[in-house]
Nanobody
């Protein structure tokens, strides 16, 4: 089992940047594929990005490609989401998630992930 704790959210102006972190407990962090999701008020939780166990491959939803970067440091049991050129529509609670099995083409489905953090609020003002 793994516990996930997100941090780094906050209020930023449009065009600004934030770096989210997700710290994981346990010794088996490198055995999980790690994802980021976000949920705006009144909307479903949506996929943002995914990184493989080794960090060798990454996947993004089209709306954040070129602006967001997911990375991980297995020695620190941490996954990151670097967010640049932020837009008001990026406002949401951001969640990290861990998958014990590689989600493959099901990476956008919340059911593909086994563990979730509590979320961190990101607010982008116009």
């Amino acid at each position: 089992q793994v516990q996930l704790v997100e941090s780094g959210g906050g209020l930023v102006q449009a065009g600004g940047s934030l770096r989210l972190s997700c710290a994981a407990s346990g010794r088996t962090f490198s055995s999980y594929a790690m994802g980021w999701f976000r949920q705006a008020p009144g909307k479903e939780r949506d996929f943002v990005a995914l990184i493989t166990r080794s960090g060798g491959s990454t996947y993004y939803v089209d709306s954040v490609k070129g602006r967001f970067t997911i990375s991980r440091d297995n020695a620190k049991n941490t996954v990151y989401l670097e967010m640049n050129s932020l837009k008001p529509e990026d406002t949401a609670v951001y969640y990290c998630a861990a998958a014990t099995r590689w989600p493959a083409e099901l990476r956008a489905r919340t059911r593909s992930y086994d563990y979730w953090g509590q979320g961190t609020q990101v607010t982008v003002s116009s």
